[in-house]
């Protein structure tokens, strides 16, 4: 297992979110790179450099590279199939695991290395995970995957995670199969304050009716540095516990919106400085379960947040009704 070098003494940790067109070698030669992804067909499969992760989930367009910058200069390496980027107090790591069909199992296998990671890093807390796999609703009642993975995340951990603990978190269906389950996160020093949204139940908290064993992430992410940004989970029509406006894409996309506004106002009574809407500084990437709605959901974003830099992806939310996710950072 990866062992690091003393830390220096904790710097407060920063973290900018930017989208960006320019050449993925371009990108890399910035030292303060902790990051960068890229999406759908158009995007670099693969990098020799650790810092680079494709996702091949399809996007509207020619999608920009997202790309995450630290505040001081970044080691990186690979080590026992992880890839990771470290600076400032902050570490993104990812691994993809063989998912042969059985999710379950490949849920298990990464979370326990994750958690084995977490346990011998002095990046400890996990701020942000993400999760892709294959055919995210396929299956039913208990037997759909994305129950079978929240088991298997849950075996993976090893153990209950209190409401404290819980990292915001996004789960995304590939919409044509990859053969991997593809997880990333970022971790650091020093843990943060997990947000909930009065508009809904608590994930950890939904009833038996959607699984043996309910999601275990919070709605958002207050980072303790004040430089970083509010991180925001995978967040879709659900108002309580249900999903709200069946087949009505554009009042789903707006019940989406009034979520992430709610989690910016409790994000507010402790961080009053951030601002009390999406705008500039905000970041969003957006996952449409149908390819052809991806061009309107683009579209109703312009006209309802033009000054909102956004990826738009085709990916599958977690329940089938739901037509469109968003996740994201606001700062």
């Not at 979520?259 to 402790?270: E, T």
Request: glycine share 8%; net charge neutral.
């Amino acid at each position: 297992m990866f062992s690091p070098p003393e830390s220096p003494p904790f710097l407060a940790a920063a973290l900018r979110v930017q989208y960006h067109a320019a050449p993925l070698d371009a990108l890399l030669a910035d030292a303060r790179l902790l990051a960068v992804f890229g999406f759908g067909a158009t995007a670099p499969t693969t990098h020799a450099d650790p810092r680079y992760l494709h996702v091949a989930l399809p996007a509207q367009g020619h999608a920009p590279l997202e790309c995450w910058y630290a505040e001081q200069a970044v080691r990186s390496g690979r080590e026992d199939g992880i890839a990771w980027a470290e600076a400032g107090g902050l570490r993104f790591g990812a691994l993809e695991i063989a998912d042969d069909g059985d999710i379950e199992r490949a849920a298990a296998d990464g979370y326990a290395r994750l958690q084995r990671w977490l346990a011998h890093s002095d990046h400890p807390h996990p701020l942000r995970i993400w999760n892709y796999l294959d055919a995210i609703t396929a299956g039913d009642g208990d037997g759909e995957r994305y129950r079978r993975f929240c088991v298997g995340r849950a075996r993976g951990i090893g153990r209950a995670l209190a409401p404290e603990e819980l990292p915001a978190a996004t789960a995304i269906g590939q919409p044509e199969p990859t053969g991997r389950f593809q997880l990333y996160w970022l971790s650091s020093v020093r843990p943060g304050t997990p947000l909930e949204n009065p508009r809904q139940v608590q994930a950890w908290r939904y009833p038996r009716q959607y699984g043996p064993q309910p999601p275990g992430f919070a709605r958002a992410l207050l980072p303790a540095s004040t430089p970083m940004p509010l991180l925001l989970s995978g967040t879709a029509a659900v108002v309580g516990h249900a999903s709200r406006h069946a087949a009505l894409l554009d009042a789903q996309l707006e019940e989406a919106l009034a979520n992430l506004d709610a989690l910016i106002g409790i994000a507010r009574l402790r961080r009053p400085q951030l601002p009390t809407r999406l705008g500039e500084g905000s970041r969003l990437k957006v996952y449409v379960r149908d390819a052809d709605a991806l061009a309107q959901v683009d579209a109703l974003l312009q006209a309802r947040l033009p000054q909102v830099p956004r990826i738009v992806l085709h990916g599958h939310v977690c329940r089938r009704e739901l037509l469109v996710e968003i996740d994201g950072s606001h700062a």
